[in-house]
């Protein structure tokens, strides 16, 4: 849950190439002029074998509040729940109550973080 100014290329190579089974990774894009511009981020990965899969989202600042973070979301639990993923669970910081207020939107409960009190878990059957 911190900023990296370079991804590993191990990173890299995990980021631009998912396991299909395990894994959705999404990106959302703008076209300023000439040029594309991510602007946010989704993805959810499952351990081997695992039925519960664990998501990630990220938006720009200036892209936040705008139903992007949802929309990504939904789009994440369509997919894990026609992949046949029965639970997803992920970590927000407390103090991300927007983010917090939207998992509890789609369906996610608190449960105990492992993380300690400034992290919460959620999580959302998919079934």
């Not at 395990?22 to 594309?36: I, M, N, S």
């Not at 936040?64 to 992920?90: C, N, P, S, V």
Request: glycine share 10%; charged share 25%; proline share 3%.
């Amino acid at each position: 849950m911190s900023a990296l100014r370079e991804l590993s290329p191990q990173m890299l190579e995990r980021a631009t190439n998912p396991e299909e089974s395990r894994e959705l990774q999404l990106v959302a894009v703008v076209r300023e002029g000439e040029q594309e511009k991510i602007i946010g981020g989704a993805r959810y990965a499952a351990g081997a074998g695992s039925m519960n899969c664990e998501f990630a989202v990220a938006v720009t600042d200036e892209w936040q509040g705008l139903g992007l973070a949802r929309h990504l979301m939904e789009a994440l639990m369509r997919t894990a729940r026609g992949r046949g993923f029965e639970r997803m669970e992920g970590y927000i910081l407390a103090s991300n109550t927007r983010m917090l207020g939207l998992a509890k939107c789609l369906g996610f409960v608190e449960v105990a973080s492992p993380e300690g009190p400034t992290v919460r878990m959620v999580r959302c059957d998919l079934s």
